[in-house]
Structure formats: structure tokens, C-alpha cells
């Protein structure tokens, strides 16, 4: 009776009011047309960009040594920009790369990000900015196999093509992946993929590593994770 009752109601409608069903079907043509030319040219970016040398590294906080990585990393391309998406604290990245010898002067800081979808949220529009086509994902085991599809999702629907590195952590992890937690972050992610295409957050807490006042943190005392290896 409710299938009955909803046909019947739409034959009404477009009987009652045949100009706006018609204005309904051309929006409707014109949102599927908008949806895939916009699918198209986007793979087509991304062949595009697979073809690339990586041009940034992303990097989402949560283990320290997912930054002496990428610090070890930034020692062979001194010139590819690195995004850490509130990693550790700021002395604690800023004695790994020094430790490394490593350039501190392509490294900037994102600290609004509190959970994976926000590594992106606030993180793709750096990107962006940078011009990035191909970025290296840095995360460790224990955030897989969530963030890799995440980045595929949201990097993806801007046309930056994703490869990632596995960063192994020592003793146990902190966090747990749950399939109901992945299942709520990609479907806020494919939301978002659409949205992000026109809203365009900003993170008003961005720094670079250069600006870093080791004496300022060592006044106020700070703590490094034991993974780090470092000494505060």
C-alpha cells in the first residue's frame, strides 16, 4: 500500500505541477553530469599524478617514529615539503631531525587535527596550496588499514595520488582499529569528498619547524615519547 501511495503521489505531483517535475529532471540530469565528468577528469588526474615523483610527505601524528622516518627520509629529498598533522611535541620533532641532520626548513607543523578524518580535513587544503599531486602517506600498522583508505577517498577526490609507508612501532600500540570505527570514518570521508570540493577549512595553527624556541619548551619542561630514543 505505501509503494501504492508513493507512485500515486508522484504521478499527482507531476501532473499538478508539470514545470517544476520538470525543472526536478534537469537539475537531476545536470547533478549526474556534474558527477561524472567530475569522476572522469579526476582518474584521469590521477593517472597523471601516479606518473609523478612524490612531491610531499604527509605525515599523521601518533607514534614518534612515523617522524623519525620521515627525518631520515627528508635527509635523502631536502627540498620535498613535510606536513606532520599533530605529531609530537614540537622539541621532541625538532631533536629528531637534528639528530638526523636533517633540513628543519621544508617541515610545517599542523596542530588543529584531534582524530584521522581531521589529519585530512585540515590537511588537504595545505596541500592543496602546495600544488601537491602525489604525496607519500606516513602512518604506522595499528592505523591500517583505515587512514590508507581515507587518503585514497579524500587525497583522491582532489587528484593527489597516494602512496604510503609503513612505519613499525615498538611494544603495543595505544589505539585499536574496529571495523565499525573504519566503517563511520569512510562514510564521513565519501561525504566529504564531495563537500571539500567547494569548503575549504583552515587551520589556524600551522607553524614551521625553523620557528621552533627550543630554550622557551626546555624552560617550560617537556616529555618525548620512549620510541623517540631521545633524552629531555
Same mark, same amino acid.
Given at each position: ?5 508513493? !507512485?500515486?503521489?508522484? !504521478?499527482?505531483?507531476? =501532473?499538478?505541477? @508539470? =514545470?517544476?517535475?520538470? %525543472?526536478? /529532471? ?17 582518474? +584521469?588526474?590521477? #593517472?597523471?599524478?601516479?606518473? /609523478? ?5 604527509? *605525515? ?17 629529498? @631536502? /627540498? ?8 609530537? @611535541? ?7 631531525? /637534528? ?7 621544508? *617541515? ?16 588537504? &587544503? ?5 600544488? $601537491?599531486?602525489? #604525496?607519500?602517506?606516513?602512518?604506522? &600498522? ?10 585514497? !577517498? ?12 609503513? *612505519?613499525?612501532?615498538?611494544? #603495543? ?6 571495523? #565499525? ?12 569528498? !564531495? ?5 575549504? &577549512?583552515?587551520?589556524? =595553527? $600551522? +607553524? ?5 624556541? %627550543? @630554550? ?15 633524552? =629531555?
Amino acid at each position: 500500500m505505501k509503494r501504492k501511495f508513493t !507512485i500515486k503521489s508522484l !504521478i499527482s505531483i507531476k =501532473n499538478k505541477y @508539470p =514545470n517544476l517535475w520538470e %525543472l526536478l /529532471q534537469k537539475l537531476s540530469c545536470g547533478l549526474y553530469f556534474f558527477l561524472a565528468t567530475w569522476l572522469i577528469f579526476t582518474t +584521469i588526474t590521477l #593517472v597523471f599524478a601516479s606518473l /609523478q615523483p612524490v612531491d610531499a610527505f604527509f *605525515v599523521l601524528g601518533g607514534s614518534i617514529r612515523r617522524e623519525t622516518y620521515v627525518a631520515q627520509k627528508a635527509k635523502q629529498y @631536502p /627540498q620535498t615539503p613535510i606536513l606532520i598533522s599533530h605529531g609530537s @611535541p614540537d622539541p621532541c620533532i625538532w631533536l629528531i631531525f /637534528q639528530r638526523e641532520l636533517a633540513r628543519l626548513q621544508n *617541515v610545517w607543523l599542523e596542530k588543529c587535527a584531534n582524530s584521522t578524518f581531521e589529519n585530512f580535513y585540515y590537511g588537504i &587544503p595545505i596541500l592543496r596550496r602546495w600544488g $601537491v599531486h602525489k #604525496v607519500m602517506l606516513i602512518t604506522s &600498522p595499528s592505523h591500517l588499514p583505515r587512514a590508507k583508505w581515507m587518503a585514497q !577517498i579524500l587525497l583522491g577526490a582532489h587528484g593527489i595520488w597516494v602512496e604510503s609507508e609503513i *612505519v613499525q612501532e615498538l611494544g #603495543v600500540p595505544g589505539n585499536r582499529e574496529s571495523w #565499525v570505527k573504519t566503517g563511520l570514518d569512510l562514510t564521513r570521508s565519501l561525504f566529504w569528498a !564531495i563537500l571539500s570540493q567547494i569548503m575549504q &577549512p583552515q587551520c589556524s =595553527n $600551522v +607553524i614551521k619547524l625553523t620557528k621552533i624556541d %627550543l @630554550p622557551a619548551w626546555e624552560h617550560r619542561g617537556f616529555n618525548c615519547e620512549h620510541q623517540g630514543g631521545l633524552r =629531555n
